[in-house]
């Protein structure tokens, strides 16, 4: 999930401030619009210590007209609010329709500092995030827009920032910063869990990359613009905008424009002989490993996205040739039968899911919801924001009955992909592989880019990770598949 | 929730020969029109034993063309569900687009039945039941209709069947029937609590009274018909038909068209010198209880709905006597302020939840969403069906702080309103009290009776019940209300 907000994103000056100002107009504006409607805006700022929340604060107040905005900090409980049931606090200062809302604390601050303390424990944690996403979905259903701003930094850079901070900076931190950050590992993977069971399509997170303050402060500013704009849109206008990531790309630099996908190591090759060697190691492993799984009654499913010619197909055929083929099934993905059309999207996928002792591998899967469906207008908007959070229950609902889910993505750069199409197309074996509909999907590359992004953003969760993996060299990816594979299963299973 | 399904509703077996035709030819008509949809429909007959389930699948089936309805019962998990995640029992059974499937017992039965045999605790129960939700709102979006049906019968009717019952219907029984009935109270404490959490706008309940088979075939046909009508409605016709209770009395009889309300033993009524004593034993016992209250930091929320001149200032006014003048507060509502209007429609009761230590008297209340708003159409109807959860949740949250929650209702008689509208006209002291609204009201006394009755189905909780006081004699209304007042209260407190 975090993983798409260490992806090393800036801006310059120069463009902060040429993009700063029509920003700025652009709020104004719109929010003139909800000042004249009966709907109100909610704004939740909320992320690790050190993001810069404060600056982020301050600038919305400086952006909006101040007059309609109130900005709330929750404290300590006070006697007044001790007394009354917990959520009596966040209704007393709810925004009124035509206003705006800014929570510097919110709902989500007490149920995440209180897990990491070991205050409450799992089920508490759960029941009071249902609570919350109740809370939300009453709101929205009255009318109002809740955006949810989750701002990252990593590990690293948390720390060289409580380290360099100017003594006026330091002087602004909160006194439990050095705390926090101590507590790093704990804290994300919390608020992993928090967003995931929050994390709906009438009211998404989005998560923001904090290192760079100027990338920092235009995508907080694009998010808001764009979901003002959904909400109250321009005739003739229709902002089909990602929810996550690099908003809006056309006007902004490379550095700026840069995805999960950038952050791998496309270099990553295998000499022939390394290969061979890692191969039969890996696949003589995998081989006990599935025997074990079968005796265990553990299950496993693994799925296969990627690029078209990203070398899915080749990964496949060497991991299934290491597992006796009465223990998997390869289940391929292709446009759905009639049955499968006549029911639940998800529902074709629920049917193959393996029997205790089983593997069953998704040849493309139910991710085809958020990614040609989405990019090629398959799935209306509503469907597929909804979807991440549908995709997020089914997957947890493997993972608690105790079946592994593995989610390779299959990564290579354009070229790689160009001269992979081209070689097709020279060989009387492979042409059948290779349709005009490949041509027209690469065309959209950056939209799928973007695709992937949110997808990582929204579904990769502890429970069910997305492994990314350069195939640009084919043997190196072969083989990473199958050793991640051994990992993961020798990690679930008893020796 | 159950009271409204023990009032002893019946139709006529001439009644029942009439209208059972019609609803099947309408029943047929609308299977059609489900059948050229992409819409699906999930029928769930849940309910306590004995109260005929079975035969309403029969009669469901034969009233559908059969072509397209499948029947599902889920008996102990198989060895292929075993090995599977727990829905996917539920996921291979989905019903496709333009069919009906029938749930028989469902993802309901097992969390009712392993709470009542105390296989899984609080908190596991309501996480499962939160999973159902899920998936009932995520099958809801995408298009399938649910409409699902509760059977109740009361403790003493359930007792007296299993005894009755010819040989044939025992031989129909299952054998756990005797064991489930000995368990009649937890049954229902357990399910009203399954019910409450799952009792969405998008997804309702309905309880049907089970007593009188006609009543109950002829209901569930009915509820079925309103539910598909409402997917798809003809032209030129709105039916506006009640979720629960008497659904669509025009061409019922008396005696089917029962409510809550007709249970009430009106004649009730007290002497002058038993009004005294027990009036100042009552509020002497009050008071002493106030100020306990106030010393154990514990708070209470009273809520008084009821007609028009029922007499809810009156018994408010002996209530308050009783207590000292800081202690509590009464908010009267009525038409909101605009602060009031700009907000979500609950936060003006939130506004006013007390401290610990305080009484909170609401004259009139949140119930406006689901009585007047609804019948005067002043609240839509996607608002006032999902108003049911709101307001649970509401209370809940009140209650799980440890918030004493009562509600009354004031019940007279039609005849006796009018004889008050008439005194309180000739009264110049009183005048001001009765206003053209009073009489418009009570034109529609049928549609606020069914409303009332809906209200007591989805909202009298084991946490937040409601307590019907019949109210033609005055002097029994306020006795009644300041002794039920005192229990509630006494219950609460450490003596």
Redo the contacts between chains.
């Keep these: 999930m975090f993983e798409v907000a260490e992806v090393g994103r800036s801006l310059s000056k120069s463009e902060y401030k040429t993009l700063e100002p029509q920003l700025h107009f652009q709020l104004l504006t719109l929010q003139q619009q909800l000042r004249n409607s009966d709907r109100s805006l909610i704004v939740i700022v909320a992320g690790v210590e050190g993001a810069g929340k404060g600056t982020v604060v301050d600038k919305l107040n400086s952006w909006f007209d101040s007059r309609d905005v109130r900005t709330h900090a929750f404290w300590d409980d006070t006697d ?1 609010e001790r ?6 606090r966040y ?2 200062i ?1 925004p ?3 206003t705006v809302g800014i929570m510097f604390t919110s709902w989500y601050s007490k149920p995440i500092l209180d897990k990491v303390f070991e205050k409450i424990d799992d ?2 944690f ?2 009071e995030l ?2 919350v996403a ?1 809370l939300e979905r ?2 929205v ?2 009318g ?1 827009l809740i955006v949810k701003l989750w701002y990252h930094l990593s590990k690293q850079e948390q720390a060289r920032r409580l380290e360099q901070d100017s003594p006026i900076a330091q002087f602004k931190q909160s006194p439990f910063v050095g705390q926090y950050a101590r507590l790093y590992d704990q804290f994300t993977n919390v608020s992993e869990r928090a967003l995931r069971l929050t994390d709906s399509g009438i009211a998404p997170w989005h998560i923001i990359e904090a290192t760079d303050n100027h990338y920092r402060n235009i995508t907080t500013a694009r998010i808001l613009v764009t979901a003002l704009q959904q909400r109250f849109p321009e005739p003739d206008s229709s902002p089909e905008i990602p929810t996550d990531g690099p908003v809006a790309t056309a006007t902004l630099s490379e550095d700026s424009r840069l995805t999960v996908l950038d952050t791998l190591d496309m270099d990553r090759s295998l000499s022939d002989a390394d290969y061979d060697a890692r191969l039969e190691a890996a696949q003589l492993r995998l081989h006990q490993l599935a025997w074990t799984m079968q005796h265990q ?1 553990k ?1 496993a499913v693994i799925v296969f996205e990627g690029w078209d010619a990203a070398g899915k197909g080749g990964a496949i055929r060497r991991l299934t040739a290491a597992i006796d083929a009465r223990l998997y099934r390869v289940i391929p993905i292709a446009a759905p039968s009639d ?1 499968e ?7 074709r996928f ?2 193959h ?5 089983f593997l069953t591998i998704y040849d493309r899967s139910w991710y085809g919801r958020v990614l040609v469906e989405r990019v090629e207008n398959l799935a209306k908007r509503d469907q597929w924001t ?1 979807a991440y959070q ?1 995709i997020n ?1 089914f997957e947890e ?2 993972v ?2 105790g ?1 592994t889910v593995l989610k390779f993505w299959m990564h290579i750069s354009k070229d790689e992909q160009k001269s992979r199409f081209r070689e097709r197309e020279g060989n009387p074996l492979k042409r059948h592989k290779i349709t005009e509909e490949d041509w027209r999907n690469r065309d959209r590359w950056d939209d799928y880019k973007l695709a992937v992004n949110d997808m990582v953003a929204h579904t990769s969760t502890e429970v069910a990770p997305w492994l990314l993996v350069p195939g640009n060299d084919k043997k190196y990816a072969r083989v990473t598949v199958i050793e991640k594979v051994c990992e993961q299963l020798e990690a679930k299973l008893q020796s």
Excluded: C, I
């Excluded at 007394?83 to 009596?88: G, I, S, T, V």
């Excluded at 899911?353 to 002792?357: F, M, N, T, W």
């Design positions: 007044e007394e009354r049931p917990h959520f009596w209704w007393r709810l009124a329709r035509g089920s508490d759960e029941s249902q609570r109740e009453m709101l259903a009255d109002t009654k299950n049955e059309l006549a029911h639940h999207y998800l529902w629920w049917r899911v393996p029997r205790a002792g909804r549908e229950n609902n493997l608690s009955h079946t």
